[in-house]
């Protein structure tokens, strides 16, 4: 009996995991776009679940605010502002700026290798118009830069924020716009990386949030721009 009722949790665990990652690709690739209703009947005929893991795996996208829930109105897809934008960005400049000083001190040549390897990538994907490939090397760089700092705690509040900062960029990436400007960026912060030199570092990088977060308040509303 034990042991029916812990293959049943396991597998109710499993099935709200697969729901909550499907939910939130969804959610980050603008599929599910703002404002966007999630009926849990609905959603439990399309992903073949019950009611109990829909509401845990949308409960648990709520806590990361991808998920807005509105009594008696029901749960949506959260907006997304424009002071959310600049919000974010300023404490991704905070957050990457200190894991660049920290890996300055400390990178490994392996890891600065990959990074320029990622970054010479995303320069040709650029050149290419492959921009499928770009934001997604793109990712990898900035996460891979925030994990070589060896900071657990900075780790995991980048990590917590990036399903917003990936959102962002799938709602608004489809306009190449200041990407080149941008992207020249990645190769100056591995210099600095390589050079050891913090001050350097945390300067290149936060030119390179700065022209990021200009391009997307840009494109996202040009009016309040």
């Known amino acids: 009996m034990v042991l029916n009722t812990a293959l049943n949790a396991s597998a109710e665990k499993s099935k709200k995991q ?3 990652d499907y939910l939130k690709e969804q959610i980050i690739t603008n599929e599910l776009p703002p404002g966007t209703l999630l009926v849990e009947r609905q959603l439990c005929t399309m992903l073949d679940a019950s009611r109990t893991p829909i509401r845990e795996a949308i409960q648990q996208l709520v806590s990361e605010n991808l998920v807005t829930s509105i009594p008696t109105k029901g749960c949506f897809v959260s907006e997304v502002r424009y002071e959310d934008i600049a919000q974010l960005y300023d ?3 905070y957050l990457e700026k200190l894991a660049g000083k920290l890996c300055s001190q400390n990178i490994l040549p ?3 290798q990959n990074l320029r390897e990622l970054a010479i990538t995303m320069t040709q994907k650029l050149q290419e118009g492959d921009l499928d490939t770009f934001y997604e090397t793109d990712t990898e760089f900035h996460l891979n830069l925030i ?9 995991g509040s980048y990590e917590s ?6 959102r962002i960029t799938y709602l608004i990436h489809s ?5 080149s400007e941008a992207d020249c960026y990645h190769l100056k912060i ?5 050079h050891h030199d913090p001050q350097d570092a945390e300067y290149q990088i936060g030119e390179h949030i700065r022209i990021c977060k200009a391009n997307y308040l840009k494109l996202f509303a040009p009016n309040l721009y």
């Open 110 to 112: 392996l890891q600065l």
């Open 190 to 194: 591995v210099d600095a990386l390589e």
């Open 161 to 166: 924020l990036y399903p917003q900062i990936l």
């Open 147 to 155: 994990r070589y700092s060896r900071n657990t705690f900075l780790i």
């Open 175 to 179: 306009v190449p716009s200041g990407l």
């Open 18 to 20: 697969l729901v909550y």
């Open 91 to 93: 404490v991704r400049e």
